[in-house]
């Protein structure tokens, strides 16, 4: 009693197609994820340029921030700032900016931490931590003020960055400045 019937040939074709199809199906699965690598590697620049972005906005704020104080309290207070023909003694109060108080007479970038001037010009250097409760960026701002003959030229350099200023190893730190002459 016989319960099959196949030939020969039959069995012959039956194993060719099915490595055949055995391949194309590596195939297929490799393309496709080839091309899904690919997407997610595009994906993955993408958020980093986002992010890198968003940054540097956020520098540029911090900066913005710190030359408005130092223009508002050039142009509303006397004195604030240290001039060349100061004799040390600069406003009795504190300006305050972004929520917080701040001596210019105590902050400067020379290394023995007073406002410095000679016979031609003054320089005044303070930073604000933005927001001053829960500091997440830094503004330095520094002010120059020079005698031309009596006129008084004022230069404002403030430089944001997108963290706390006493964090400068932060490998992602963005520094962003503007600068205002007048």
């Not at 409760?133 to 009596?150: A, L, Q």
């Amino acid at each position: 009693m016989k319960l099959f019937n196949y030939n020969k040939k039959t069995v012959e074709k039956t194993e060719k197609q099915s490595g055949f199809a055995m391949l194309f199906a590596v195939l297929v699965s490799s393309v496709l994820l080839s091309i899904g690598l690919s997407i997610f590697n595009l994906t993955v620049k993408e958020l980093i340029l986002s992010s890198s972005g968003r940054e540097s906005q956020f520098s540029f704020y911090a900066a913005d921030t710190g030359a408005e104080c130092a223009l508002y309290w050039d142009f509303k207070g006397s004195y604030v700032f240290a001039t060349s023909s100061d004799s040390g003694a600069l406003t009795q109060s504190n300006p305050d900016c972004a929520g917080q108080s701040f001596d210019v007479r105590s902050l400067d970038v020379n290394s023995n931490g007073h406002v410095s001037w000679n016979s031609s010009s003054a320089v005044t250097t303070f930073y604000l931590n933005i927001p001053a409760t829960e500091t997440k960026f830094c503004s330095i701002v520094t002010v120059s003020k020079s005698d031309n003959g009596g006129i008084i030229s004022t230069t404002i350099d403030s430089r944001g960055y997108n963290t706390p200023c006493i964090v400068t190893t932060d490998p992602n730190r963005v520094e962003r400045a503007l600068k205002v002459t007048y």
